[in-house]
C-alpha cells in the first residue's frame, strides 16, 4: 500500500474503464445530483494557513509525513488538461460527474517541486528538474499504487504502477455539497506521467522494462511510494525499485547507460 502521508483515509482509485498502464481512466462517476454549497467552518474563522515551515520544508496539517520544498510557486494556474484530470479523480472518488466538478475546482492551485517522505525517500519532481549545465540524478521517476477494478462489480485491489512525478498541486475544494466529505479541504495532488507497458508488474520482484508513456493522470499525494531509477538497455528502460524485494536486475550489455545512479 502507499505510504501514509496524510492523517485521513484516502482511497486511490481508477475507473472501469481506464487506462491499464496508467491506473486512471476516463467517465464520470456518479447520476445525476444538484450542485449546491454547504456551511464550512473555515467560513466563520479567520484565515489560517494550515502548513507550518520547518527547517527543511513545508509541512501541510493534512498530510504530516510530506515535506515540500521549493521550487514552489503560489500563483500557479493548472493548464486546461490538467485540471480536467483533477476533476477526473475526485469524479472517481467521489461518485460524482466530472463536469460537475471542473467549474468548482480552484482557478490557482500552488505547486510544489520537491518532497521528502519523513524516514523515506527525496524526490525532485520534472518541473524541478531545470534544465542547466550540471548533470543532476533523476530522482522524477516513482513507484504509486493505486487501487484498480475491471468492471463495478469487481473488488477493488491495489496495483503498482510507475511513472514520472511532474510536480505537486495544493488544491483547496470549494464548501460545495458535490465535494462530499472532501468539501472545504485541502487535499495534495501528483501530477503524473505514467510509463507505458509495466502492466501492474513489481520492479522489486522481477525485472520490469517500460517503453515510453501514456497519458497524465492526477492522484493523490499518498499514491506516491518511492523513488525508482532508471537504467536504458537495448531501446527500453529497466525500472530499478528498491521498494523491499529480493530481485535486482543485473545487465552486462555494453552499451548500458545508466540515468539515475542512485536508483541502483
Known amino acids: 500500500m502507499a505510504v501514509a502521508l496524510g492523517t485521513e483515509s484516502v482511497v486511490t482509485t481508477a475507473a472501469a474503464t481506464g487506462n491499464e498502464d496508467g491506473g486512471e481512466g476516463g467517465g464520470e462517476g456518479g447520476g445525476r445530483r444538484r450542485v449546491g454549497h454547504i456551511r464550512c467552518l473555515e467560513d466563520e474563522l479567520p484565515s489560517v494557513t494550515r502548513s507550518k515551515e520547518t527547517r527543511t520544508g513545508t509541512v501541510y496539517d493534512e498530510y504530516p509525513q510530506a515535506i515540500l520544498k521549493v521550487p514552489y510557486?503560489?500563483?500557479?494556474?493548472?493548464?486546461?488538461?490538467?485540471?480536467?484530470q483533477i476533476a477526473r479523480y475526485f469524479?472517481?472518488?467521489?461518485?460524482?460527474?466530472?463536469?460537475?466538478?471542473?467549474?468548482?475546482?480552484?482557478?490557482?492551485?500552488?505547486?510544489?517541486?520537491?518532497?521528502?517522505?519523513?524516514?523515506?525517500?527525496?524526490?525532485?519532481?520534472?518541473?524541478?528538474?531545470?534544465?542547466?549545465?550540471?548533470?543532476?540524478?533523476?530522482?522524477?521517476?516513482?513507484?504509486?499504487?493505486?487501487?484498480?477494478?475491471?468492471?463495478?462489480?469487481?473488488?477493488?485491489?491495489?496495483?503498482?504502477f510507475y511513472g514520472r512525478l511532474e510536480c505537486i498541486l495544493v488544491?483547496?475544494?470549494?464548501?460545495?455539497?458535490?465535494?462530499?466529505?472532501l468539501a472545504g479541504k485541502r487535499r495534495l495532488l501528483a501530477v503524473i506521467t505514467p510509463c507505458k507497458n509495466t502492466k501492474g508488474q513489481d520492479a522489486s520482484l522481477e525485472i520490469t522494462n517500460h517503453n515510453g508513456f501514456t497519458s497524465l493522470l492526477v492522484t493523490d499525494l499518498q499514491s506516491v511510494v518511492?523513488?525508482?531509477?532508471?537504467?536504458?538497455?537495448?531501446?527500453?528502460?529497466?525500472?530499478?525499485?528498491?521498494?523491499?524485494?529480493?530481485?535486482?536486475?543485473?545487465?552486462?550489455?555494453?552499451?548500458?547507460?545508466?540515468?539515475?545512479?542512485?536508483?541502483?
Not at 488544491?171 to 466529505?181: E, K, M, Q, R
Open 226 to 264: 518511492a523513488v525508482v531509477g532508471r537504467i536504458q538497455t537495448r531501446g527500453r528502460w529497466a525500472l530499478v525499485d528498491r521498494t523491499g524485494g529480493l530481485i535486482r536486475p543485473r545487465f552486462i550489455e555494453a552499451d548500458a547507460e545508466e540515468e539515475d545512479p542512485e536508483g541502483e
Open 73 to 84: 510557486k503560489q500563483n500557479h494556474i493548472p493548464n486546461t488538461e490538467v485540471r480536467i
Open 91 to 160: 469524479s472517481q472518488f467521489l461518485g460524482r460527474r466530472q463536469k460537475d466538478l471542473l467549474s468548482l475546482l480552484p482557478e490557482v492551485m500552488p505547486s510544489w517541486g520537491k518532497l521528502q517522505i519523513r524516514d523515506g525517500d527525496s524526490f525532485r519532481s520534472a518541473s524541478a528538474s531545470g534544465t542547466g549545465s550540471t548533470p543532476k540524478r533523476d530522482m522524477s521517476f516513482i513507484r504509486y499504487e493505486i487501487q484498480v477494478r475491471r468492471t463495478q462489480r469487481d473488488e477493488w485491489q491495489v496495483q503498482i
Open 171 to 181: 488544491c483547496d475544494l470549494p464548501c460545495a455539497a458535490v465535494f462530499d466529505s
